[in-house]
């Protein structure tokens, strides 16, 4: 139905894929994390995952590469590395 | 026992692919606030910086029922949702997400109408102490000495103490958080939304675009802010002051960082001299002498 | 039942009898009765509403913003400086597309502070986004606040609506008013539907993000196309309401003897009332004098008055307002509706009764001669009604 006044709808990627904002891309060692989710709880976009056993993987499409997950991880297992 | 992470929400409130700077306090803020309440709330948002992180119409980023509002009207419309939903006898949160400057400033008109009547209503304000979302200019809640587009040899005032501003109210209650303490943050939100009457609550959000310092830094910087005691998280719930997080054991000077390791790490301070330094911890230690003397009313229960 | 009411109580009346469930208000002269009022009938249970004595009149219309999005059958009032204070949340109303109904008791801006009556306020406004309908009487302004609602939540309109009245002439002068029982209000006007949209749990979509070029014009569109829209349904309205009650306000304009015309003087108000006094005075000298009153500002009825005074041979349109630097409002509105014409009448525009000057039948009369004179004379300038400069001289 068309719209008669400004009523917007969620939606993912408002901004376009945000991942191609990216300078450097967060890398997880997975043998290194121990599922704390602190870089969870701190991405600001969201695109830190979290699979059913507490592991995290980034969602590359959307990531910005702000690397506050890399700088907040308590042992290291993020590394932020250049995109090609 | 306390909130723990992986207790949380897993449901995203704030959809991936917003337009908010990478490393952003306010997307942070609004993560949060959405797994704080489960999505369950009409969320007011004013001018500001998470206008702009919604991204534009016809999509938004956020899940939840948002009505955006002009600079000064934020308590104001909050009022009037409150109370319909109150007429309605639906018992949902109203929330406002206001930056520094449209609540302080431009804003701070109607936060105090709403505090004074006890609108049922929980007010959070992200403070990124200055007008970011329009460039970084200086608003009541830039620091002294700050550099800003409309200070560019430091903000020579001190700034607004807003919380103690709405505490002077006595609504029944007030607290600072931090985004680099989200438990913290969670906690405060969550009491919030089980008391009647105005809730404030004054996010402290460390801003990479406008306070120049790197993108990865925001949650390191906000750590630092409360570690040196240049911010301090407390709650003053129905006048009872107490101290909140790591907040708890800086009374004692000696266990407080060096507040010039967080001056350090911020470019919008690089241009302080030793007497601007000077004055600014003074300023932390006075601030500190006040919260002793509230910190032990507190304990012995006193009320406003 | 017939009591005997204030201009501003009638229109706390018209809001009772909507069961308007919201008000958010702030006192200014001289609409405090209004709101005072609605505080009496919300504090002994006559009104089951929630009302919010705001801080501020921007905090009012905000107040109203939120309720109406929420479902709320909002209203308040205001005037003056009160209004214009408020101007942002009002634009922000229309395009939020709210039926919200707002009371203004028009008054004049300063400096110097000035009390007294003068629509340059509520004109200024014309431009927000809103309907906007000036009443003669306070029977008419009890009608218009009920039919107010009507109008505003139609679908084909949702937009908020303006009352004016008066201000002292109507909002603080008493004349027999009927109020209607409620049980024939309610056959009117039915509750509040969730239209346009409704701030709810249930509905998670956000209002009012920001726009791009390429769909702010069309929403624009949307909202200049209801406006126009309330045209019809004010028509409409006047009809039903006359089937219901009996009364009937001419829907967008009021015409007094206006068919036969040669001259006519064109206002907005309850000064009407004494152009219509002149007019019939000047009847019996044999001049063919009437009244155009026009009850609606916007949407502008543009074809209705091109359609009236096409016949007429001189036009007086009288403006109790001031654009400066351009003259009368109303004035400017009535020669852009005449413009396609092509034969035009003489058109004459004279500013009066600023800050609350009192326009007698007697100003009137003059004024429906010198039409005539300057007709002859062709002198289509301005004139400014008992203008007296030497009172500055003071």
Known sequence: MRKTTAISEPAKGVAGKTGSWRLKRPVIDDSKCIKCLICWIHCPDGTIILKEDSSVYVDYEYCKGCGVCANECPVKAIKMVEEE | MSLQIKELDRKEYLLPGHTACPGCPAAMGLRLLGKALGGNMILVIPASCATIIQGAFPKTSLTVPLINVPFASSAAIASGISET???????????????????????????????????????????????????????????????????????????????SIIAAHGVPYVATASVSYPLDFIDKVRKSSKIRGLKYIHLHAPCPTGWRFPSEKTIEVGRLAVLTGTWILYEIEYGSFRLTGPSRSLLDRGKRKQVEEYLKAQGRFKHLNNEMIKRIKEEVESKWEEVKGLTLRGERGSHL | MLKVLSGNHSAAFGALLSRV???????????????????????????????????????????????????????????????????????????????????????????????????????????????????????????????????????????????????????????????????????????????????????????????????????????????????????EVDKKWEALFGRSYGGLLDEFMCKDAEVVVVSIGASSGDAKEAANILRNEGIKAGVLRVRVIRPFPSEEVRDVL????????????????????????????????????????????????????????????????????????ADWVNLNLEVLDR
């Not at chain 2, 959070?124 to 587009?149: K, L, M």
């Not at chain 3, 009764?353 to 300057?374: H, N, P």
Request: charged content about 20%; aromatic content about 8%; glycine content about 8%.
């Open chain 2, 85 to 163: 939903l109150d007429l309605q006898h639906k018992d949902v949160p109203v929330v406002v997400f206001a930056g520094d400057g449209g609540t302080g400033d431009i804003g701070l008109q109607a936060l105090s109408g709403a505090a004074e009547r006890g609108e049922n209503i929980i007010y959070i304000c992200y403070d990124n102490e200055g007008y970011e979302n329009t460039g970084i200019q200086r608003s009541c809640s830039t620091p002294y000495g700050a550099w800003t587009t409309t200070t560019i040899k430091g903000k020579p005032e001190k700034r607004k103490d807003i919380p």
């Open chain 3, 310 to 381: 096409s016949r007429v041979k001189a036009v007086a349109v009288v403006d109790r307002n001031l654009s400066p630097g351009s003259g009368g409002i109303l004035v400017s509105e009535v020669k852009n509706a005449l413009y396609g014409l092509r034969s035009k009448p003489f058109v004459k525009g004279y500013i009066l009764g600023l800050g609350g000057r009192d326009v007698t039948v007697e100003d009137y009369q003059a004024i429906f001669r010198k039409t005539l004179k300057s007709y002859e004379e062709g002198d289509d300038r």
């Open chain 3, 21 to 235: 469930n919201f008000v958010a208000a702030y006192p200014i002269t001289p609409q405090t009765q209004i709101i005072e009022k609605l505080s009496e009938f919300v504090d002994t249970g006559l009104l089951d509403a929630k009302y919010i004595r705001v801080e501020s009149e921007h905090s009012a219309m905000a107040a109203c913003v939120g309720a109406s999005a929420t479902g709320a059958r909002a209203f308040t009032a205001s005037s003056s400086h009160g209004l214009i204070y408020m101007a942002e949340m009002t634009f922000w109303a229309s395009a939020s597309r709210l039926p919200i109904v707002m009371a203004i008791s028009c008054r004049a801006l300063g400096p110097p502070w000035n009390i007294g009556n003068e629509h340059t306020d509520i004109l200024a406004l014309r431009d927000a986004g809103w309907v906007q309908i000036f009443v003669e009487n306070n029977q008419e302004v009890l009608d218009s606040v009920i039919q107010a609602y009507r109008i505003a939540e139609d679908e084909r309109v949702l937009l908020p609506v303006m009352i004016g009245l008066d201000a002292f002439t109507l909002s603080h002068t008493s004349e027999p008013v009927e109020i209607p029982s409620q049980e024939m209000v309610d056959q009117f006007l039915p509750p509040r539907s969730d239209k346009p949209y409704l701030l709810s749990p249930e509905n998670p979509f956000t209002f009012g993000n920001m726009s791009n070029p390429t769909e702010h014009m069309e929403l624009r569109f949307m909202h200049h196309t209801a406006v126009r829209n309330a045209k019809n349904v004010i028509l």
